[in-house]
């Protein structure tokens, strides 16, 4: 299997390269800058490097000489826009093996890579051909990895995780629905001292107050009407690791002082026993709204706010880390592909396009549900732009599209029939009109 290092700054195009590489069984690193790469080829010994002509820090044709001249005998392949294709050229004549045009033609991209890696070296004889038929790969991945981004916010997250990680500290998460404030609080256990014990992760928002105490710290059978055994609560199985309490604000005031108890007094009491139970938890919470806001109304206790909160961090949203858009949405289809058992390589150009210019409101989370449901309904090698949600496609076309009736009507309908792709109820929503209306007119254009 021959060892690839790819070096592209288009994440978004690294990561489509890296899945159809793969695909073809091919062992890829990918480095998003110059200096990444030249760390990984100290550590790597690679059998091709595929560098683009453009580094946001490096020109691409430097990098392929400083590479030459302590490894002369590696194939250097360079990728290149169409404007650029006389500059990529003239590299071939100082050492390039070859040059790749952008966008890729698969068929073009394998040709030009089994060649570079047949290439007679000073030392002797032809290289291994590498060229293979596409294989299923076997993925393993774990659902709750915390993917490491390269965008600011993401460095930003990263940093303060590894910090408070190692430490006791509470720690409060802060973000918007669907951020990954609970993949967060896992990384944090994980990287903490308590990682082989347990991480109990609780969703204060679906716990009704008049149980919360028998969910929290248990209860002994008899001690109410249903406890038919008893029963241990969510801080005594977390004893000795990590307890997780998200949407921690929708907790009543009543929960807000028993909780603050535990806490002080890291002692529990099941409901209707009158042994307490020392605990040794740590304590990792969750909100998506401002909590001194509601310390403010009233709403929670500030003391509570103040023991659940050594240390803040923020959840950014998926329009902070924009940058990392498509590492997401690979690490996504990743786990879709095996959860689905299916075995897409990536993404259209199209619709690449059109995630990015999306606000994606309901962040990793609506981000996950769009790619689990186009790889579900994709037949080919690639997610393409008719298998995205309808909802989603129409919300992306309100950006760039004011729909009138008021004048060139019949083309107006029928431009909306087709990016609707002929739902007459969803082209009614979009021409703000009912469907009764839309049939009439329809009727009257003699539109079928």
Request: charged share 25%; glycine share 4%.
């Amino acid at each position: 299997m021959a060892k690839i290092l790819l070096i592209e700054d288009d994440v978004a195009f690294c990561k489509l390269l890296e899945k159809f590489l793969i695909k073809k069984t091919f062992e890829v690193t990918t480095a998003f800058s110059a200096a990444e790469a030249k760390s990984n080829i100290k550590s790597t010994e690679f059998d091709l490097i595929i560098t683009d002509l453009r580094l946001p820090d490096y020109d691409g044709i430097t990098l392929m000489s400083e590479i030459k001249m302590t490894h002369p005998s590696i194939p250097i392949l360079l990728m290149t826009g169409y404007a650029d294709v006389s500059t990529a050229v003239k590299a071939i004549k100082n050492g390039a093996a070859d040059y790749i045009s952008k966008p890729f033609n698969p068929e073009e991209v394998l040709l030009v890579i089994n060649n570079a890696l047949q290439i007679t070296d000073d030392k002797g004889p032809l290289k291994t051909s590498f060229f293979v038929k596409s294989e299923k790969k076997e993925v393993k991945i774990n659902p709750n990895k915390f993917v490491k981004g390269i965008s600011k916010a993401s460095l930003k997250l990263a940093e303060h995780i590894q910090l408070v990680s190692p430490t006791t500290m509470s720690v409060l998460i802060i973000g918007e629905s669907g951020t990954g404030k609970e993949v967060i609080a896992k990384s944090i256990h994980e990287n903490s001292s308590r990682k082989n014990t347990n991480f109990i992760a609780v969703d204060c928002g679906s716990i009704p107050k008049e149980l919360a105490s028998s969910e929290f710290f248990g209860h002994i059978k008899g001690s109410f009407t249903g406890a038919i055994q008893d029963k241990i609560g969510f801080f005594e199985a977390a004893n000795g690791g990590t307890i997780f309490l998200d949407e921690i604000g929708n907790l009543s005031y009543e929960n807000q002082i028993q909780l603050l108890r535990a806490l002080q007094e890291r002692k529990i009491k099941p409901v209707g026993s009158n042994k307490e139970i020392e605990v040794d938890i740590r304590i990792i919470t969750a909100t998506n709204e401002d909590l001194r806001e509601a310390v403010k109304k009233g709403d929670f206790r500030e003391d509570l706010y103040h023991r659940i909160n050594e240390f803040s961090i923020h959840s950014p949203s998926l329009v902070e880390r924009e940058e990392d858009l498509m590492l997401f949405s690979d690490f996504f289809l990743e786990k879709s592909n095996l959860e689905l058992n299916k075995n897409i390589i990536g993404f259209s150009p199209e619709v690449m396009a059109i995630f990015q210019n999306y606000k994606w409101p309901g962040n990793l989370r609506e981000l996950q549900n769009c790619i689990k449901r186009a790889t579900l309904l994709s037949q080919g090698d690639f997610i393409e732009k008719a298998v995205l949600p309808i909802e989603f496609f129409l919300n992306e076309e309100k950006k760039t599209t004011v729909f009138s009736l008021s004048e060139n009507e019949k083309e107006t309908i029928l431009e909306t029939l087709h990016r609707t792709n002929n739902n007459k109820t969803e082209a009614a929503k979009l021409l703000k009109i009912n469907r009764k209306t839309l049939y009439n007119k329809l009727k009257l254009y003699g539109i079928n």
